[in-house]
């Protein structure tokens, strides 16, 4: 996938879908996603729909991955790490950097704050909202925010990354990605299985 460069709101269609049910069915949920950058920002939109919504975490770093959430992984160019950006359907973010699962570095509080997110549901808790459920998040998502490189601009740069919708913590946990993961149990850092994902000049 070749990401443009803009200067403007997301627009694109169609929208790219995170469709793959991976370890378990994931019926009445569907999620797309939309990326474009202005060079030193990416800007990503995802769009969802689910038959449950639950956001109860506000702390930058909290387990944003028991809600309703969507993700964001990404490995920079020539790099063996990647970066889990990860997001509840109110905006909280949760960002982490190493090697797999079980090797990872939270990022800093003054990397996550230059993130701006705007849920389409607000900011207020949400303990449980049920029905046929849609909502979407934009997210500005600064490239100073990769605080374990020195990038000022991901024009030209060749990634790998993969982008996820999960809910650990709902009554139907689910696990769609983008790109499909193989293993046996449910496992989103699969750096072998993320796609190829170009900025383009």
């Known amino acids: 996938m070749i990401v443009s460069r803009i200067s403007c709101a997301l627009s694109a269609s169609p929208f790219p879908a995170i469709d793959h049910a991976n370890w378990v069915p994931a019926k009445g949920i569907s999620a797309s996603f939309d990326i474009h950058h202005?060079?030193?920002?990416?800007?990503?939109?995802?769009?969802?729909?689910?038959?449950?919504?639950?956001?109860?975490?506000?702390a930058f770093n909290s387990p944003v991955w028991e809600d309703s959430c969507v993700e964001f992984f990404i490995a920079?160019?020539?790099?063996n790490n990647?970066?889990?950006?990860?997001?509840?359907?109110?905006?909280?973010?949760?960002?982490?950097y190493g090697p797999d699962r079980s090797s990872r570095e939270w990022l800093p509080t003054e990397s996550l704050q230059m993130i701006r997110t705007t849920p389409s549901l607000g900011r207020g808790l949400i303990e449980n909202m049920e029905g046929e459920l849609s909502w979407e998040l934009d997210i500005i998502l600064p490239v100073k925010s990769f605080s374990f490189h020195q990038v000022t601009d991901i024009a030209g740069m060749k990634t790998r990354a993969?982008?996820?919708?999960?809910?650990?913590?709902l009554k139907k946990p689910h696990y769609l990605s983008w790109?499909?993961?193989?293993?046996?149990?449910?496992?989103?850092?699969?750096?072998?299985?993320?796609?190829?994902?170009?900025?383009?000049f």
């Not at 990647?82 to 982490?96: K, M, P």
């Not at 993969?162 to 913590?169: R, S, V």
């Open 38 to 58: 202005r060079g030193t920002s990416i800007l990503l939109k995802y769009m969802v729909r689910e038959p449950q919504v639950r956001a109860v975490n506000t």
């Open 162 to 169: 993969n982008f996820y919708k999960c809910g650990d913590g």
């Open 179 to 200: 790109k499909q993961v193989q293993t046996e149990k449910p496992d989103f850092h699969q750096l072998g299985f993320f796609g190829n994902l170009e900025f383009a």
């Open 76 to 79: 920079l160019e020539g790099d």
């Open 82 to 96: 990647y970066y889990n950006f990860e997001f509840n359907a109110i905006g909280t973010v949760l960002g982490a």
